[in-house]
């Protein structure tokens, strides 16, 4: 696979991009929502193999859905379109204009990134999320998809490119590694020459392999070891809700809670309670010795449950003494995506606020609001841990630059 050759036309076609109205990029993604549906059998025919080959190697069956399709999550990636095809275009926007002393007249206006190259794992949906996302904020895309769903990839991109091309638009627009060498997948991390920002998404393997090989520059999106810290001012009826929805409503997410933070004030009111309502739910609880003097079943928590991210029924808990001891041992190890207090104080709520490095802070809230489409941003290309360019759900705002449009009427700089 010649990947410096798809790349000279991913570069070639996001000028192309930048000069499409709303309305033609708008028809397109209704044009290939459509097409989805239209090629409904096509799609499942070929999951259909790499669910088999899943089968075949063992997939864990929490992984096999992951990767299953039918007709409901066809629709779900059709409708996902049309939904992105409703939202207010981003590029142009005027962020901010002024006027200089020498008679400069400068606006400040969105622009697409350019070219944007997307690594991710299993789930095949991401292949037309991702498309209709950068597609829509006038980026070129090219996409390397894990190799468990190699199949189902190829049938989804072939139908998208169909269909641009049946609105006349260039189908490299979306391209699709099919190599599944992992040295293709190195080399594509080091096509600078042609890829403006590289998007990590899966688990922490690949999102560290990413970072720490890629000439591209990276945004990095997050594994989510998130914190909820119970204060000693907490509404314990507000939290034990908050808190089984955060570990339980969904586990494999990047936005459950992981890790409970306990002030020693509500320790022995809090957690027979939580006890109770977390055995329900078949969760493993891993504490402290503090922790295990109410909870005498929990199993010892050691340094590395503190820094990790489940994605299982187990939650691991520390006791401390102040808000600072929870600030400090929340922020040694989080992995800067979702942290929530459950507090009646104003001023423990604020400090938590401030004090807090995460892409998003809570109060009183579970930490599975993180995400693009509860935000009000319609969808998503990830979570962003980082603090350069995009932090927090990325939508597609976050998929532009921007750059300075200067008009002026003859100016000479003395």
């Not at 192309?16 to 799609?43: F, M």
């Not at 993180?370 to 998929?399: C, N, V, W, Y």
């Amino acid at each position: 696979m010649d990947l410096a050759e798809m790349g000279k036309r991913a570069s070639a076609v996001k000028y192309r991009l930048q000069s499409l109205t709303t309305e033609e990029k708008n028809r397109a993604l209704k044009h290939a929502a459509q097409a989805l549906r239209d090629h409904e059998s096509e799609i499942l025919a070929a999951n259909a193999q790499d669910l088999q080959r899943g089968r075949d190697n063992g997939m864990h069956p929490g992984l096999l859905d992951r990767l299953k399709l039918d007709s409901a999550r066809i629709t779900a990636m059709a409708q996902g379109l049309e939904q992105v095809a409703a939202l207010p275009d981003p590029v142009g926007e005027c962020l901010e204009s002024f006027d200089r002393p020498v008679g400069l007249h400068i606006e400040k206006c969105r622009v697409p990134l350019g070219v944007i190259g997307i690594i991710y794992e299993s789930r095949p949906n991401v292949t037309a999320d991702a498309f209709a996302l950068c597609f829509k904020a006038g980026n070129a895309v090219i996409l390397k998809g894990g190799s468990d769903a190699l199949t189902s990839n190829q049938a989804i991109a072939e139908v998208l490119r169909q269909a641009l091309a049946d609105c006349g638009i260039d189908s490299d627009a979306i391209q699709l590694i099919t190599d599944t060498d992992r040295a293709v997948t190195m080399k594509f991390m080091r096509l600078k020459e042609y890829v403006d920002v590289l998007i990590p998404r899966g688990g922490a393997g690949l999102i560290r392999t990413v970072v720490e090989n890629s000439t591209i520059p990276v945004i990095e999106t997050g594994t989510g070891n998130c914190h909820i810290y119970v204060d000693k001012d907490a509404d314990l009826d507000m939290a034990v809700p908050i808190i089984i929805n955060a570990k339980t409503q969904r586990i494999g997410v990047c936005n459950a809670c992981e890790s409970l933070v306990i002030h020693e004030a509500v320790r022995e009111a809090l957690l027979p309670r939580l006890k109770e309502a977390l055995e329900e739910k078949k969760v493993e609880i891993r504490g402290d010795e503090r922790v295990r003097s109410v909870i005498p079943g929990a199993v010892p928590a050691t340094e590395e449950d503190y820094g990790r991210e489940y994605l299982d029924y187990i939650i691991s808990m520390k006791t401390v003494d102040s808000l600072e001891e929870a600030i400090e041992h929340i922020n040694r190890y989080s992995t800067h995506h979702s942290e929530s207090i459950i507090t009646a104080d104003p001023v423990a709520a604020e400090r938590f606020l401030n004090g807090v490095d995460a892409a998003c802070v809570y109060v009183n809230a579970s930490t599975r609001f993180t995400d693009g489409f509860e935000f009000g941003f319609g969808a998503e290309i990830g979570i962003s841990t980082q603090k350069l360019h995009a932090r927090g759900p990325m939508g597609l705002r976050e998929l532009t630059s921007y750059k300075y449009r200067i008009t002026g009427s003859g100016q000479v700089r003395e």
